[in-house]
Nanobody, 122 residues
C-alpha cells in the first residue's frame, strides 16, 4: 500500500492543523492506521492509531491525549489527524503508517508514507 501524507505547515502555539493521509494500492479497510512523528535529534514516536473501521478503536500517546484526534474515512481511503492546542514541542515531521492488522498499536507497522512537516511557533 502506498501512503501520501499532507496538511503540515507553520502554526502558532494554541492553533490547529489537520493532517491527511491517502492510501492506494490495497484494500484500505484491511489495515489499521497510525500517525508517528520525529523531531530533530529524537527518535520517531507513536502519536495515534485507529482500527480498521470508520469509527474504530483508537489509541493515543499520553502527550497528545485530549488535543489530537485520529479518524478515517474508508470510502475515501484516507486517515486524518486533527491536531489542536498545538505546542512548540509538537514540532516534528509527521508520518502516516499502515499495519496489516485490524486493531491499532504503537508498533508493528508495515508501510510508511513520506513525512509532512509541522512547525509550531511560540
Amino acid at each position: 500500500v502506498q501512503l501520501q501524507a499532507s496538511g503540515g505547515g507553520l502554526v502558532q502555539a494554541g492553533g490547529s492543523l489537520r493532517l491527511s493521509c491517502v492510501a492506494s494500492g490495497r484494500t484500505f479497510s484491511r489495515y489499521a492506521m497510525g500517525w508517528f512523528r520525529q523531531a530533530p535529534g529524537k527518535e520517531r514516536e507513536f502519536v495515534a492509531g485507529i482500527g480498521w473501521s470508520t469509527g474504530g478503536s483508537t489509541s493515543y500517546a499520553d502527550s497528545v491525549k485530549g488535543r489530537f484526534a485520529i479518524s478515517r474515512d474508508n470510502a475515501k481511503n484516507t486517515v486524518y489527524l486533527q491536531m489542536g492546542s498545538l505546542k512548540p514541542e509538537d514540532t516534528a515531521v509527521y508520518y502516516c503508517a499502515a499495519r496489516s492488522r485490524l486493531l491499532p498499536s504503537d508498533s508493528g507497522y508495515d508501510y510508511w508514507g513520506q513525512g509532512t512537516q509541522v512547525t509550531v511557533s511560540s
